[in-house]
């Protein structure tokens, strides 16, 4: 397998671990978005750099203020507009206009150096949008009040700030992927900061709780944001983009295996939208890993 495959191989565990966000958060108990943000970027922002400054590369966290800037932005602001989103709009619209940004990527992609954007990425963009769609509605009619403008527009904010520093990741892609624990370390600041203006305390109680943040801190809110910034840098990033559709199907997957919801055929009508525009957007990939086997029976 070529380093472009394995690299989006690496990125897509991303989206599997994102896909365990809502689960996790419903076990942590009542913590306020900007706590919860600021314990669990703080643990994994922690623990990368003590990686860092345990085998002597700590000096990758000295890089130009336009690369910080990029990743504050990208996992500070995303939070920050989504979580500002769900306080002024109701949360399945705001989630709806959030979840443009894996089409917003695919989109947007092909403004990037030798990427070249074809129909059937934007096809299956397309299919993975539909089923989000079926996920976060559960088949009701969408009502995007005029009354809630504010909340919308910061729910497009998020997916545009996502979308953006997922694709300018790749322009500065010789920028070391471990510099996203400084970044981590400066969201975990800035989460606590607004916790502190905006949130009243409430910390998490007994040992479930802590165990699901932390478990948030190493997985959907910590490794996750490195092995999706090496896929974004070096791997293919149109199938990543339709493929991050996935993430809000298994999330509710996980949600009725754990008891918190349903299955109904919008679920399933979902599982199957998602899939095949997975399927379809990765056509290149898929051909490129089949070319050398059909060489060789040759």
Known sequence: ??????????????????????????????????????????????????????????????????????????????????????????PVEASLVNYLWPLLIVVLSGLLPGERLRPHHLIGAGLGLAGAVAVVTK????????????????AAGAAFTW???????????????????????????????????FETSVWPVGAVQWGAVVALAVFPLGLAFFVWDHGVKRGDIQVLGAASYLAPLLSTLLLILSGHGRFDASIGFAAGAITLGAIVASKDMLLRRKAPASSAEA
Do not use: E, K
Request: charged fraction near 10%; glycine fraction near 12%; proline fraction near 5%.
């Open 139 to 154: 088949g009701r009619a969408i009502d995007l009040d005029p009354a809630h403008v504010a909340g919308y527009l910061c």
């Open 1 to 90: 397998m070529t380093s472009r495959p394995r690299a989006t191989l690496v990125g897509l565990t991303a989206i599997l671990m994102w896909s365990a966000l809502s689960t996790l958060v419903a076990v942590s108990g009542t913590v306020p978005p900007f706590l919860l943000n600021a314990l669990t970027f703080g643990i994994s922002g922690v623990a990368a750099t003590i990686g860092l400054a345990v085998t002597g590369r700590l000096g990758v966290l000295r890089q130009p203020w336009r690369v910080w800037l990029l990743g504050v932005a990208g996992l500070f602001g995303y939070h920050a507009l989504y979580f500002a989103a769900l306080r002024w709009a109701p």
């Open 163 to 197: 979308a953006g520093y997922s694709v300018l990741s790749r322009r500065v892609g010789s920028v070391p992927t471990a510099t996203v624990a400084g970044f981590c370390l400066a969201t975990a600041i800035l989460s606590g900061v607004c916790h502190a203006v």
